[in-house]
Nanobody, 126 residues
Framework: QVQLVQSGGGWVQAGGSLRLSCAASGRTFSNYTMAWFRQAPGKEREFVAWIAWNGGRTASADSVKGRFTISTDNAQNTAILQMNSLKPEDTAAYYC???????????????????WGQGTQVTVSS
């Protein structure tokens, strides 16, 4: 079992920045690909970014490329999402997730993730 506890988020004006953290406990953190997803009211949960378990390769959704950065601190067993140049359309509940699958081509699919954080709200005002 892996427990994921999120922190960060909140309210910010458009153009501002926020940082989300996801602290993992349980099994070896470095064995898992970590990702962030988000879900706006009335919409499906969508992929934001992932970071590979074996060396830090990353990928992100086109909608956040160049603005959001995913990283991990293996010493702290923490995944981080740094969000810059935020837009009102980034408003959503954000979830971190951990996957044990080694198939990189499905890391953008929510079905690939075994464990989820509790979610944290990000609200961007115009």
């Amino acid at each position: 079992q892996v427990q994921l506890v999120q922190s960060g988020g909140g309210w910010v004006q458009a153009g501002g920045s926020l940082r989300l953290s996801c602290a993992a406990s349980g099994r070896t953190f470095s064995n898992y690909t970590m990702a962030w997803f988000r879900q706006a009211p009335g919409k499906e949960r969508e992929f934001v970014a992932w970071i590979a378990w074996n060396g830090g390769r990353t990928a992100s959704a086109d909608s956040v490329k160049g603005r959001f950065t995913i990283s991990t601190d293996n010493a702290q067993n923490t995944a981080i999402l740094q969000m810059n140049s935020l837009k009102p359309e980034d408003t959503a509940a954000y979830y971190c997730a951990a996957s044990s699958t080694r198939s990189w081509w499905v890391w953008n699919k929510r079905e690939s993730y075994d464990y989820w954080g509790q979610g944290t709200q990000v609200t961007v005002s115009s």
